[in-house]
């Protein structure tokens, strides 16, 4: 199961993490209106064409995290995306969940969501689970994929056309060690995602994931 579908929310005006529940998951944040910013910034990763502003994004996002999840590990927080005024962010805790926040550049933290990666699982034959989503960001519609270890990305269709992906980050091997990638929808896609994957022998391959 993945961490579930993700819907916008445009209710929040204040730096108040909106709390999100699926079958995994708990909202983190909802620590009241100011979140708890770390004394020392998380480092910041960038997935490829992200780009981010000063590190204090990172202790920012960071401290979204909802004490029952942990805190953020040494490996950072990795910006997935920058789109359309908004900033997406991935980071694992030390009580090994991956979390994920919507941020606006204005610094409004809306959609928090925090969960066990284990629980998403790929299809029987498959290198394939949904992390995150199909939802909606503030500009664009995404889900976020876990990939099987060894294997590597290299196209994903929709109905025959090519979209836009971006690798994340490599998970820990506490949070399964899977790669994860972020990859953009044209609009509320149904259906399945057919993936081009590399496998750790350097042989293409084809796989699907339904969304």
Known sequence: MPFGVVVRRLTSLALTPAVLSAALLTGCGGQGDTPQVPA????????????????????????????EHGTVTETGVSLARRAGGYRFYLWETTEAKVCTAQVTDTGVAREVVCGDPAQAAPAKGSKLARLVGPGT?????Y?????????????????????????????????????????TLPDRTYGSLDVTLKGADGRPGKDRLKL
């Open 40 to 67: 020392a910034p998380a480092p910041v990763t960038s997935g490829a064409g992200a780009t981010d502003g000063p590190v204090e994004w990172a202790a920012h996002v960071a401290g979204l995290t909802a004490p």
């Open 143 to 183: 889900v976020m994929v876990a990939v099987a270890r060894g294997a590597e990305v290299t196209a994903v269709e929709h109905d025959g056309k090519a979209l836009s992906w971006t690798r994340v980050r490599t998970l820990s091997p506490a949070t399964t060690g899977r790669d994860v990638y972020y990859v």
């Open 137 to 141: 960001g503030f500009a664009e519609w």
